[in-house]
Protein backbone atom coordinates (compact mmCIF):
# COMPACT_ATOMS: atom_id res chain seq x y z
CA UNK A 1 0.00 0.00 0.00
CA UNK A 2 1.30 3.58 -0.74
CA UNK A 3 1.88 6.15 2.10
CA UNK A 4 -1.18 7.96 0.72
CA UNK A 5 -3.21 5.13 1.18
CA UNK A 6 -2.01 4.75 4.81
CA UNK A 7 -2.09 8.70 5.34
CA UNK A 8 -6.14 8.15 4.20
CA UNK A 9 -6.91 5.29 6.37
CA UNK A 10 -5.31 7.03 9.42
CA UNK A 11 -7.62 9.81 8.43
CA UNK A 12 -10.72 7.77 8.18
CA UNK A 13 -11.52 7.21 11.78
CA UNK A 14 -11.75 10.91 12.57
CA UNK A 15 -13.74 11.76 9.59
CA UNK A 16 -16.73 9.15 10.52
CA UNK A 17 -16.33 10.74 13.76
CA UNK A 18 -16.91 14.02 12.85
CA UNK A 19 -19.32 13.10 10.99
CA UNK A 20 -21.45 10.88 13.63
CA UNK A 21 -20.85 13.80 16.07
CA UNK A 22 -22.44 16.70 13.40
CA UNK A 23 -25.85 17.97 15.45
CA UNK A 24 -28.98 16.89 13.53
CA UNK A 25 -32.06 18.32 14.51
CA UNK A 26 -34.71 16.02 15.99
CA UNK A 27 -37.61 15.63 13.84
CA UNK A 28 -40.77 15.54 14.98
CA UNK A 29 -42.96 11.92 13.70
CA UNK A 30 -46.92 11.25 13.83
CA UNK A 31 -48.80 11.12 17.10
CA UNK A 32 -46.10 13.52 18.26
CA UNK A 33 -46.67 17.07 19.62
CA UNK A 34 -44.68 19.98 19.62
CA UNK A 35 -45.27 22.89 21.83
CA UNK A 36 -43.35 25.99 22.71
CA UNK A 37 -43.02 29.94 22.88
CA UNK A 38 -41.95 32.50 19.83
CA UNK A 39 -40.92 35.58 18.89
CA UNK A 40 -41.65 37.09 15.73
CA UNK A 41 -40.07 40.14 13.79
CA UNK A 42 -41.45 41.40 10.26
CA UNK A 43 -39.07 43.39 8.36
CA UNK A 44 -41.18 45.26 5.81
CA UNK A 45 -39.75 47.58 3.02
CA UNK A 46 -40.22 51.36 3.99
CA UNK A 47 -40.98 50.51 7.48
CA UNK A 48 -37.88 51.67 9.58
CA UNK A 49 -38.49 49.48 12.65
CA UNK A 50 -39.71 45.94 12.21
CA UNK A 51 -43.17 44.28 13.38
CA UNK A 52 -42.71 42.14 16.32
CA UNK A 53 -44.53 39.61 17.86
CA UNK A 54 -44.74 37.15 20.74
CA UNK A 55 -46.59 33.72 21.56
CA UNK A 56 -47.12 30.31 21.98
CA UNK A 57 -47.25 27.63 19.28
CA UNK A 58 -48.34 24.00 19.03
CA UNK A 59 -47.33 21.67 16.01
CA UNK A 60 -49.38 18.41 15.13
CA UNK A 61 -47.32 17.27 12.37
CA UNK A 62 -50.70 16.28 10.00
CA UNK A 63 -52.75 18.37 11.57
CA UNK A 64 -51.93 21.42 11.85
CA UNK A 65 -50.34 24.76 13.25
CA UNK A 66 -51.95 26.81 16.10
CA UNK A 67 -49.99 29.76 16.25
CA UNK A 68 -51.57 32.61 18.83
CA UNK A 69 -49.78 36.16 19.66
CA UNK A 70 -50.03 37.65 23.40
CA UNK A 71 -47.80 40.87 22.55
CA UNK A 72 -48.74 43.37 20.90
CA UNK A 73 -52.55 41.78 20.54
CA UNK A 74 -54.19 38.87 21.18
CA UNK A 75 -54.93 36.84 17.95
CA UNK A 76 -54.89 32.98 16.95
CA UNK A 77 -53.93 31.61 13.42
CA UNK A 78 -54.67 28.32 12.64
CA UNK A 79 -52.66 27.07 9.35
CA UNK A 80 -53.42 23.10 8.28
CA UNK A 81 -53.68 21.36 4.69
CA UNK A 82 -57.94 22.88 4.78
CA UNK A 83 -56.83 26.43 4.97
CA UNK A 84 -55.97 29.53 7.55
CA UNK A 85 -57.94 31.03 10.16
CA UNK A 86 -57.53 33.89 11.89
CA UNK A 87 -59.12 34.98 15.36
CA UNK A 88 -59.02 38.48 16.92
CA UNK A 89 -60.39 38.93 20.49
CA UNK A 90 -62.01 35.36 20.10
CA UNK A 91 -63.83 36.50 16.58
CA UNK A 92 -62.96 34.96 13.60
CA UNK A 93 -61.25 37.72 11.16
CA UNK A 94 -60.10 36.01 8.35
CA UNK A 95 -60.91 32.60 6.51
CA UNK A 96 -59.40 31.18 3.88
CA UNK A 97 -59.91 27.59 2.67
CA UNK A 98 -57.45 25.66 0.63
CA UNK A 99 -59.75 25.20 -2.10
CA UNK A 100 -60.01 28.92 -2.74
CA UNK A 101 -56.17 29.21 -2.61
CA UNK A 102 -54.51 25.73 -4.26
CA UNK A 103 -50.86 26.84 -2.46
CA UNK A 104 -51.90 26.49 0.86
CA UNK A 105 -51.61 22.89 1.27
CA UNK A 106 -48.03 23.44 0.02
CA UNK A 107 -47.07 26.18 2.40
CA UNK A 108 -48.48 24.39 5.24
CA UNK A 109 -46.41 21.19 4.54
CA UNK A 110 -43.22 23.34 4.17
CA UNK A 111 -43.69 25.11 7.32
CA UNK A 112 -44.49 22.28 9.38
CA UNK A 113 -41.54 20.48 7.95
CA UNK A 114 -39.38 23.83 8.73
CA UNK A 115 -40.65 23.84 11.98
CA UNK A 116 -40.44 19.65 12.82
CA UNK A 117 -36.75 19.40 11.53
CA UNK A 118 -38.05 17.57 8.86
CA UNK A 119 -35.70 18.32 5.90
CA UNK A 120 -36.83 15.32 3.37
CA UNK A 121 -40.35 17.00 3.23
CA UNK A 122 -38.28 19.66 2.12
CA UNK A 123 -36.17 18.47 -0.57
CA UNK A 124 -38.87 18.01 -2.71
CA UNK A 125 -39.68 21.31 -3.53
CA UNK A 126 -36.64 22.85 -2.20
CA UNK A 127 -32.34 22.77 -2.83
CA UNK A 128 -31.39 22.11 0.33
CA UNK A 129 -27.72 23.20 1.15
CA UNK A 130 -26.67 21.96 4.96
CA UNK A 131 -24.01 23.47 7.85
CA UNK A 132 -23.34 22.01 10.88
CA UNK A 133 -20.82 21.21 13.19
CA UNK A 134 -21.47 19.87 16.88
CA UNK A 135 -23.65 22.01 18.53
CA UNK A 136 -25.66 23.48 15.68
CA UNK A 137 -27.34 23.06 12.42
CA UNK A 138 -28.40 25.02 9.47
CA UNK A 139 -30.23 24.39 6.60
CA UNK A 140 -30.94 26.91 3.78
CA UNK A 141 -33.80 26.46 1.09
CA UNK A 142 -33.87 27.87 -2.39
CA UNK A 143 -37.26 27.23 -3.75
CA UNK A 144 -36.95 25.03 -7.06
CA UNK A 145 -39.99 26.18 -8.78
CA UNK A 146 -40.41 30.10 -9.89
CA UNK A 147 -43.71 29.52 -10.54
CA UNK A 148 -44.91 27.82 -7.76
CA UNK A 149 -48.11 29.59 -6.58
CA UNK A 150 -47.25 28.71 -2.89
CA UNK A 151 -43.15 29.74 -2.73
CA UNK A 152 -43.47 32.34 -5.61
CA UNK A 153 -42.68 35.27 -3.23
CA UNK A 154 -39.96 33.35 -1.48
CA UNK A 155 -36.37 33.87 -2.14
CA UNK A 156 -34.91 31.64 0.73
CA UNK A 157 -35.54 30.05 4.01
CA UNK A 158 -32.81 29.60 6.78
CA UNK A 159 -33.58 26.95 8.76
CA UNK A 160 -31.49 26.40 12.44
CA UNK A 161 -30.96 25.25 15.69
CA UNK A 162 -29.70 22.12 17.84
CA UNK A 163 -31.92 19.47 18.67
CA UNK A 164 -35.02 21.18 17.86
CA UNK A 165 -35.29 23.95 15.70
CA UNK A 166 -34.54 27.63 17.48
CA UNK A 167 -35.08 30.02 14.39
CA UNK A 168 -36.59 30.00 11.12
CA UNK A 169 -35.62 33.02 8.32
CA UNK A 170 -38.27 33.85 5.61
CA UNK A 171 -36.52 36.31 2.71
CA UNK A 172 -38.53 37.61 0.47
CA UNK A 173 -37.62 38.82 -3.19
CA UNK A 174 -39.11 42.08 -2.30
CA UNK A 175 -36.55 42.63 0.58
CA UNK A 176 -38.88 41.56 3.03
CA UNK A 177 -38.13 39.15 5.69
CA UNK A 178 -39.72 37.86 8.71
CA UNK A 179 -37.64 36.00 11.78
CA UNK A 180 -38.84 34.01 13.87
CA UNK A 181 -36.77 32.66 17.15
CA UNK A 182 -38.37 29.09 19.19
CA UNK A 183 -38.22 28.96 22.83
CA UNK A 184 -39.21 26.41 26.06
CA UNK A 185 -39.94 24.21 23.42
CA UNK A 186 -41.48 20.35 24.76
CA UNK A 187 -42.03 17.14 22.24
CA UNK A 188 -44.59 14.85 23.81
CA UNK A 189 -47.70 12.69 22.63
CA UNK A 190 -50.18 14.65 20.92
CA UNK A 191 -52.95 15.96 23.09
CA UNK A 192 -54.23 19.07 22.18
CA UNK A 193 -57.06 20.33 24.56
CA UNK A 194 -60.88 20.92 23.89
CA UNK A 195 -60.31 24.34 22.71
CA UNK A 196 -57.22 22.96 20.52
CA UNK A 197 -58.98 20.42 18.60
CA UNK A 198 -62.21 22.68 17.80
CA UNK A 199 -59.83 25.18 15.95
CA UNK A 200 -58.45 22.39 14.23
CA UNK A 201 -61.71 21.08 13.19
CA UNK A 202 -62.35 23.90 11.59
CA UNK A 203 -60.35 23.58 9.11
CA UNK A 204 -60.91 20.09 7.92
CA UNK A 205 -59.23 19.30 4.27
Known amino acids: MTRRGLLLLAFAPAQVAAEVQEARPQILRAGEQ ?8 RRLQ ?3 RPLRSEGDFLL ?9 SKVPFVSTLVITEGGILQLMDGRE ?15 YQVLA ?11 QVFDVAWQADAAKWQLT ?4 GANDQALASIDSIIVGGGRLVEAVEVRRAN ?7 FRDQHV ?8 EQALLSLLRP
Open 46 to 48: GFA
Open 113 to 123: GAMSGDPSSLG
Open 93 to 107: AMRLPASRAPGLGQF
Open 60 to 68: LPGRGLIWQ
Open 188 to 195: GPAAPDVA
Open 175 to 181: GDADLMA
Open 34 to 41: LRGRFSQE
Open 141 to 144: LTPR
